[in-house]
Every structure is written in C-alpha cells, then in structure tokens.
T-cell receptor, first 116, second 113 residues
Framework: EAGVVQSPRYKIIEKKQPVAFWCNPI?????LYWYRQNLGQGPELLIR????????DSQLPKDRFSAERLKGVDSTLKIQPAELGDSAVYLC??????????????FGPGTRLLVL | DQQVKQNSPSLSVQEGRISILNCDYT??????FLWYKKYPAEGPTFLIS?????DKNEDGRFTVFLNKSAKHLSLHIVPSQPGDSAVYFC????????????FGGGTRLMVKP
C-alpha cells in the first residue's frame, strides 16, 4: 500500500516569494492533516480536513497561508508571501475517521522549506 | 503552554540494554497516547499507542506504560538496537482536541554498538 506522498521534498525560496506544497494521502483515508515542524520541536497542526471540509484551521496563519482539498483527496498548502520564520518542515498526514473510531495518523516524508 | 512535554532532548544507551523514554502531559482530557519514531529526512512513523483505559501495551521489543494519576507515559525498548537510533515523539489526543494530535518536542535516542 502506498503511503502519504508529498512534493516537493525540498524548497528554497527568497522571502516574499510564494510557495506551494502538495500532498496525496493514503487511498481511502478521509481525513488529512497539515503540520509544521520547526527545528528541534514536535509537529504542530496547521489545518485538518474531513473530506473536503476544513474542520480545524485555528492554527493556520490566515493572512499568508491557505489550503485546499479539492474532491476530498489531494491537498495543497500555500504560503504567500513567505517570511524567514516560515522555514520549517511541512508534514502531511492522513487517517480514517469513522464516527468515534479514529485510526492512527500516517505521515508523509515532509517538505523542507528554507526561506532566505 | 506545552501540553505534552518530553524533558530529555537526548538519550544514549548501549546496544542490548533498555531504553526508557519519558513523556508528561497536563491535559487530563487526553485519552489516547501514541509514540512516533522519526529518522532524518523522513516523516514520523507510528510505533505504538495506548488508550487511557489501559496502563500497559506491548508490541515486541516496545512497551508503553501509562500512569494516569501522574499524567506520565514512558516507552521502553528492550533490547535496544543501533537501528532504534532516531528521534521519538510522544503525542496525545482526546477531549476537546478530538483526534487532533498534540506532540511533545521529541527525544533523540542514540544506541551505541
């Protein structure tokens, strides 16, 4: 079974430039998560989708970050414009949520972003 | 306000010995706890989990212990192997957070041959 796929794996941009990350979750998983992991810290949730609906985006900096999950499968996370402090690893995860039964979240390899 | 804390940023053990990684949490509503392992340039990989209705869960060389009264969990790896060298994150979910995971800061385990 294919895991969570993310691209690109690495991205270097100059500040004020836009950047986008793409995620393809595990087939059949209805819930998709975007996390940001700063150096030396654990992942922090940015946004969670159940199918096409963003059900938790309270930690997403909405002035510069946006996300979408068209058709409830693939998702993109965009930053525009990027700032130096956005340098981090952006992780995508997916899981199957059925009623109150929640399966484990499975993570992709992440996109390492460096803003110069 | 860190709800999940891993107070040891690193741990070094000899191959064959026991590795004990610790995690503390403050939110009494958390009812499901997980450990993830992360190698460099890879995403976190699920290792083992425990529900709050249990105090121990075992899977091969890995055992997780949960002490709800102390709001503390630990991961035991016996025997430790060099391939276990990685960063280990504990995570918690439940209560108002639903299935949102709150991660600790991670502990880097180094197993020396």
């Amino acid at each position: 079974e294919a895991g969570v796929v993310q691209s690109p794996r690495y991205k270097i941009i100059e500040k004020k430039q836009p950047v986008a990350f793409w995620c393809n979750p595990i087939s059949g998983h209805n819930t998709l998560y975007w996390y940001r992991q700063n150096l030396g810290q654990g992942p922090e949730l940015l946004i969670r989708y159940e199918n096409e609906e963003a059900v938790d985006d309270s930690q997403l900096p909405k002035d510069r970050f946006s996300a979408e999950r068209l058709k409830g499968v693939d998702s993109t996370l965009k930053i525009q414009p990027a700032e130096l402090g956005d340098s981090a690893v952006y992780l995508c995860a997916s899981s199957l949520v059925r009623g109150s039964f929640i399966e484990t979240q499975y993570f992709g390899p992440g996109t390492r972003l460096l803003v110069l | 306000d860190q709800q999940v804390k891993q107070n040891s940023p690193s741990l070094s053990v000899q191959e064959g010995r026991i590795s004990i990684l610790n995690c503390d949490y403050t939110n009494s509503m958390f009812d499901y706890f997980l450990w993830y392992k992360k190698y460099p340039a890879e995403g976190p990989t699920f290792l083992i989990s425990i529900s709050s209705i249990k105090d121990k869960n075992e899977d091969g060389r890995f055992t997780v212990f949960l002490n709800k009264s102390a709001k503390h969990l630990s991961l035991h790896i016996v025997p430790s192997q060099p391939g276990d060298s990685a960063v280990y994150f504990c995570a918690a979910s439940g209560g108002n957070a639903g299935n949102m995971l709150t991660f600790g800061g991670g502990t880097r385990l180094m197993v020396k041959p």
